[in-house]
C-alpha cells in the first residue's frame, strides 16, 4: 500500500510563523494549533558541531512526540574537555558564523584568528539544514544567539576576545562582551544577529533568545548594561525584521536586572523548576507567580539533567502551572552525544516518555481557553503538597499536586521526592452545572479516580484519593451548558487501497463525550480551502473512512473534526494529502472502515478519557 500521508506542513511559504496565541498571550499558536511546546534536548551544540548528526537526534524527539529543540549560536564553545558533547567541537571543526584565517597569525587556541567582518557559508548552510529538517519533523527550534561565560578558559577561546580575531577588538574580560562597553565589538555583534535573522527569515518555525543565562555574567553585580546589550540586539532584530516576509519571536533570559529591558520581548524565560538557593536564578515557579500578570508567554527553556521523576515534576509543574515552553535538557553528554545523537543511554529514553506523556495530556486540555488560576481550590489539599492550577471557569479546570522539596545551596531539581502516601479531600469552587472530575496517575498515565456530579454551586468536596509523589486532576463540564470542543483526531494518514481509492485513518481523541467525527476535503493544487460542507461525517465508533469520490489525478488534502454530544466541534487535525490515481474508476465501493488506529499514548491502566480542545 502506498503511504501519501502529511502529519502537519503544507506548502510551508503559506504557513502562519510560531506567533503568540491570538485568543490566549500565554501560549503558542503553530501551524494553526494552540501549541506549548515541549522537549528533552541535547546540549545545544546541534549547529556548531559538524559531527552531530542531526537527522538522527530530531528523528528521535519526532518519534517520542516533542517539538523543541534549542540551538547556541555565536561565540561560545564549553570547553568541557568531553569529546561526546555537542557544545565542545573539535576547535580545528568548530564552526561559526565567521571563517577563521591564518593571514593575521593565530588565535589562542592555536589556529586561524576569526574574521568578524567576513561570513562563513558553510556555517549558514548548516544552521538552515538544520531548521529544515526540524521544520519537516513539525520541530520548532529556539535560536540563541549568545551564550555567558562562566569561566576563564571558555573566555580564552571565544572569537570576542582580542587576541582571537583579526580585528583585534573586544573587551579585556569576559564578562564586558555582553555588555555594550566595547562599541566595536557591539557593531560586530549586532550584524551577525541581522545575518542570522535573515538567513532563517523564511522559516515558521523558530524564535529567538538573546543571550542564555545572563544571570550567571558577573553574578551579584546587578549591572544594568547587560539590559542594554539585550535591548540593543531586539532592536536590530525588530528592525532587521520589519522589512522581511516573516516576524519572529524574541525571548529574554531573566538578566539580574530585569527593569532595564524594554517592553518588546515576547517570552519570559528562566532557568530550573524553583529559586535556586545560593543564586540570582528566580525558576519556574516564581516565574508563574509573579510573571503571568504580564501576559507574556512564559519559559522554562534549561532545566538539569534529571531522572524520569524529578523531570516529571518540574515538567508538570510548569505546564500545568500555566507556562508554555518546557525543556529538559541533556547537561553535557550524559543522553545524547557525538556516538549517540539519537539519545539511546539511559535514562533519556525513560526521560523522553514522560514528557511525551505530558505531551498528550496537554494537548487534550482547552488550551485557548485556559488561564492560570488557582482560586478554585479552596481547600483540602495535603498540606505538604506544592499545587498548580488552570481553569476555564465553568468549563475546564486542571490541577497538579506534587510533593518534590530543595534546600541546599545551589540545588537545580526537586529532591528528596516524598513517595510516601498522601491523602487528600479536595475542596473546589464551581458554578452551578454537572461535572466529570479525573484524577490521573502522572507516573503511568492510569485513571486513579473519577467521579461525575451535579453541582448547585458554590464549594464541593471531592471523593478522598490516596496518591504517592503527584497527582493530576482534571475537571470539565458535561451535558447542558457545556461549550468546551473536544481535541481533534490525531494524526490522519491517507493511503491509496487496493481498490485505488483514497483511504483515510484517524487516532480518535480522548473524549468521553464523543459523538462523530466531520471530514473536509480540498482538491487541486494551490492554498487549501476548507471552508465547504464536509464530504462524510463517520460515527463516533468509526476511525476510517474510503473517499471514493475524490477526482483523478489530482492532489487531495483532508482534515478531520471531533464533535461532542452538545454540537461542539473540534478546531481541524493536522492535514493528510493523498494524490489519487489517473486510473481511478467511478464510485463503486462503499464509504467505511478501511483499517482500524488505535491510540496507545495512555493505554496504561485505565484509559483517560477527556472532554476538552
Known amino acids: 500500500m502506498l503511504l ?15 506567533r503568540v496565541h491570538p485568543e490566549n498571550p500565554w501560549i503558542f499558536e503553530f501551524r494553526g494549533q494552540p501549541t506549548v511546546l515541549r522537549t528533552f534536548a541535547e546540549h545545544y551544540g546541534a549547529v556548531i558541531h559538524p559531527g552531530f548528526n542531526q537527522s538522527a537526534y530530531l528523528d528521535s524527539l519526532e518519534a517520542s512526540g516533542l517539538n523543541l529543540t534549542r540551538v547556541v549560536l555565536a561565540g561560545f564553545h564549553a570547553n568541557s574537555g568531553d569529546v561526546e558533547d555537542t557544545l ?6 568548530w564552526l561559526q558564523p565567521w571563517p577563521r584565517t591564518t593571514a593575521s597569525g593565530t588565535a589562542m587556541d592555536g589556529f586561524g584568528k576569526w574574521n568578524l567582518a567576513a561570513w562563513n557559508a558553510t556555517y549558514f548552510n548548516r544552521l538552515r539544514a538544520f531548521i529544515q529538517a526540524a521544520s519537516d519533523r513539525g520541530i520548532v527550534v529556539e535560536l540563541t544567539f549568545f551564550n555567558t561565560y562562566y569561566e576563564e578558559h571558555q573566555w580564552e577561546l571565544s572569537p570576542f576576545k582580542p587576541t582571537n580575531n583579526v580585528q583585534g577588538i573586544g573587551p579585556t574580560n569576559r564578562y564586558d562582551s555582553m555588555r555594550p562597553v566595547d562599541s566595536n565589538l557591539l557593531y560586530r555583534q549586532t550584524e551577525v544577529v541581522r545575518k542570522i535573522v535573515r538567513e532563517v527569515n523564511e522559516f515558521d518555525n523558530v524564535y529567538f533568545e538573546i543571550q542564555n543565562e545572563p544571570f550567571w555574567n558577573e553574578r551579584y553585580t546587578g549591572n544594568y548594561q547587560e539590559a542594554a546589550f539585550h535591548n540593543t540586539m531586539l532592536a536590530a532584530i525588530r528592525d532587521e525584521e520589519s522589512t522581511l516576509p516573516r516576524q519572529h519571536l524574541v525571548a529574554h533570559n531573566y538578566p539580574q536586572i530585569l ?23 528566580i525558576g519556574g ?21 534529571a531522572g524520569p521523576v524529578e523531570t516529571r515534576l518540574e515538567a508538570w509543574m510548569f505546564l500545568l502551572g500555566g507556562g508554555a515552553v518546557y525543556n529538559g535538557l541533556d547537561q553535557g553528554s550524559a543522553a545524547y552525544s557525538i556516538s549517540d545523537p539519537a539519545g539511546g543511554n539511559p535514562p533519556a529514553p525513560a526521560v523522553r516518555a514522560v514528557v511525551r506523556s505530558l505531551g498528550t495530556y496537554v494537548d487534550s486540555l482547552d488550551l485557548t481557553g485556559l488561564r492560570r488560576d488557582l482560586s478554585w481550590i479552596a481547600g483540602g489539599a495535603h498540606p505538604s503538597a506544592r499545587k498548580q ?43 452551578a452545572g454537572s461535572y466529570r472530575a479525573v484524577w490521573t496517575r502522572p507516573s503511568n498515565m492510569s485513571v486513579l479516580h473519577s467521579e461525575t456530579f451535579t453541582h448547585g454551586g458554590g464549594t464541593r468536596s471531592l471523593q478522598n484519593i490516596v496518591y504517592q509523589e503527584d497527582v493530576a486532576l482534571r475537571i470539565d463540564r458535561t451535558g447542558a451548558g457545556d461549550t468546551t470542543p473536544p481535541p481533534p483526531p490525531s494524526s490522519p494518514a491517507a493511503t491509496i487501497d487496493t ?57 487531495h488534502r483532508y482534515v478531520i473534526t471531533a464533535l461532542d454530544d452538545q454540537g461542539n466541534e473540534s478546531r481541524f487535525s493536522t492535514v493528510a494529502l493523498a494524490v489519487a490515481p489517473n486510473n481511478l474508476d467511478p464510485p463503486v465501493a462503499e464509504a467505511g472502515n478501511a483499517q482500524s488506529f488505535v491510540d496507545t499514548d495512555l493505554d496504561l491502566g485505565e484509559t483517560v478519557t477527556f472532554d476538552g480542545s
Open 259 to 281: 527593569d532595564g529591558l524594554t517592553d518588546d520581548y515576547d517570552i519570559i524565560n528562566t532557568h530550573y523548576p524553583f529559586a535556586v538557593p545560593s543564586t540570582p536564578i
Open 389 to 431: 492550577a488552570m481553569a476555564k471557569p465553568g468549563q475546564q479546570y486542571v490541577a497538579y499536586f506534587y510533593h518534590g522539596s530543595f534546600s541546599q545551596p545551589y540545588q537545580t531539581v526537586y529532591s528528596p521526592i516524598d513517595a510516601s502516601n498522601h491523602s487528600t479531600t479536595l475542596q473546589v469552587s464551581l458554578p
Open 285 to 305: 515557579e516564581n516565574l508563574l507567580q509573579n510573571f503571568t500578570s504580564q501576559g507574556r508567554v512564559l519559559g522554562l527553556d534549561e532545566t538539569s539533567m
Open 4 to 18: 501519501l500521508w502529511l502529519l502537519c506542513p503544507f506548502l510551508l511559504k503559506a504557513q502562519q510563523t510560531l
Open 88 to 93: 565542545s567541537p573539535p576547535l580545528n571543526a
Open 499 to 555: 481498490n485505488d481509492f483514497i483511504a483515510l485513518g484517524w487516532f480518535a481523541p480522548n473524549a468521553a463525550d464523543l459523538a462523530g467525527y466531520r471530514i473536509y476535503r480540498s482538491s487541486g493544487a494551490g492554498e487549501p480551502d476548507f471552508s465547504g460542507p464536509p464530504i462524510a461525517t463517520p460515527a463516533a465508533g468509526d476511525t476510517a473512512f474510503t473517499d471514493t469520490t475524490a477526482a483523478p489525478g489530482q492532489e
